[in-house]
T-cell receptor
Framework: EPEVTQTPSHQVTQMGQEVILRCVPISNHLYFYWYRQILGQKVEFLVSFYNNEISEKSEIFDDQFSVERPDGSNFTLKIRSTKLEDSAMYFC????????????FGDGTRLSIL | RKEVEQDPGPFNVPEGATVAFNCTYSNSASQSFFWYRQDCRKEPKLLMSVYSSGNEDGRFTAQLNRASQYISLLIRDSKLSDSATYLCVVNYAQAGTALIFGKGTTLSVSS
């Protein structure tokens, strides 16, 4: 069964540094998403991406964050000038494009900011 | 405001028990509904979609009440492997819109 893959599985970074989290969505899917989950809290939406542009973003997704699809397969989340509170699990997801079909999640990147 | 509320539990049940989880959502414009399962420090995995007429998948039954904005999940004949956090998830609009997650209900099945 096709799956969403994410790298790295764990990223440790000093506060103030930039990080790039990578995702390869399922190949025939059209919509891509980033979510985050702070330890002990619920999964929160960050951003959705369709047709090479952001289609929706949450209040969390401020100027510190950006997304890119640099080629035909990768989908990246960049976090500039990381803060301690950015420490979380970051999940990438993709969807064929029909809202009645669920989103499929990658196994996440654990980001630890020191 | 888009909210999904769940009883956090934990629900502690013996093997073979039947357990039910409830969920309410705040926005009547909600269109798609799902139950996901999340194991400790793992990604959410789809358990089942929830349809207006109710639907069943083996030991799992999901119900939707649009008038009350209420979703339920029933697990029959609980297995040890059912121990996890069950996430109620709602999509509010057409394709591409964010999933809104509840905080989850924790189930622990013991032998």
């Amino acid at each position: 069964e096709p799956e969403v893959t994410q790298t790295p599985s764990h990223q440790v970074t000093q506060m103030g540094q930039e990080v790039i989290l990578r995702c390869v969505p399922i190949s025939n899917h059209l919509y891509f998403y980033w979510y985050r989950q702070i330890l002990g809290q619920k999964v929160e939406f960050l951003v959705s991406f369709y047709n090479n542009e952001i289609s929706e973003k949450s209040e969390i997704f401020d100027d510190q964050f950006s997304v890119e699809r640099p080629d035909g397969s990768n989908f990246t989340l960049k976090i500039r000038s990381t803060k301690l509170e950015d420490s979380a699990m970051y999940f990438c997801a993709s969807n064929p494009g029909n809202s009645n079909q669920p989103q499929h999640f990658g196994d996440g990147t654990r980001l630890s900011i020191l | 405001r888009k909210e999904v509320e769940q009883d956090p539990g934990p629900f502690n049940v013996p093997e073979g028990a039947t357990v039910a989880f409830n969920c309410t959502y705040s926005n009547s414009a909600s269109q798609s509904f799902f139950w996901y399962r999340q194991d400790c420090r793992k990604e959410p995995k789809l358990l089942m979609s929830v349809y207006s007429s109710g639907n069943e998948d083996g030991r799992f039954t999901a119900q939707l009440n649009r008038a009350s904005q209420y979703i339920s999940l029933l697990i029959r004949d609980s297995k040890l492997s059912d121990s996890a956090t069950y996430l109620c998830v709602v999509n509010y609009a057409q394709a591409g819109t964010a999933l809104i997650f509840g905080k989850g209900t924790t189930l622990s099945v013991s032998s």
